[in-house]
């Protein structure tokens, strides 16, 4: 089993700039690919950022694209997400996700993903 923790959501003005972390434990060692999804009330839950595990791939929602940045820590089994300009659309729980199979996958959809976090808010002022 794989367990992820969120943190560093948070209020913030829009314009603003927030950082979250996920950070992975127990049976790290079958990670290929994290994720960050969000999910607004009414909503439903939505890609944002992911990146393999090994290597350099990323790719962004076209909404947060040019804005936010997903990062990996390898050592510490952790996964970070830099939000800049954040705007009141933003507003969401934010998921960590962790996909265990190096099958053929684009990463977008939470299908692919089988380890969650608990969510953290995150949410921006007009």
């Known amino acids: 089993q794989v367990q992820l923790v969120e943190s560093g959501g948070g209020l913030v003005q829009a314009g603003g700039s927030l950082r979250l972390s996920c950070a992975a434990s127990?049976?790290?060692?079958?990670?290929?690919?994290m994720g960050w999804f969000r999910q607004a009330p009414g909503k439903e839950r939505e890609f944002v950022a992911t990146?393999?595990?090994?290597?350099?791939?990323?790719d962004y929602a076209d909404s947060v694209k040019g804005r936010f940045t997903i990062s990996r820590d390898n050592t510490r089994y952790t996964i970070y997400l830099q939000m800049n300009s954040l705007k009141p659309e933003d507003t969401s729980v934010y998921y960590c996700?962790?996909?265990?199979?190096?099958?053929?996958?684009?990463?977008?959809?939470?299908?692919?993903?089988?380890?969650w976090g608990q969510g953290t808010q995150v949410t921006v002022s007009s």
């Open positions: 990146i393999r595990w090994f290597g350099d791939s990323t």
């Open positions: 996700a962790a996909r265990r199979s190096v099958g053929l996958h684009s990463g977008l959809t939470e299908y692919e993903y089988d380890y």
């Open positions: 127990g049976r790290t060692f079958s990670i290929n690919r």
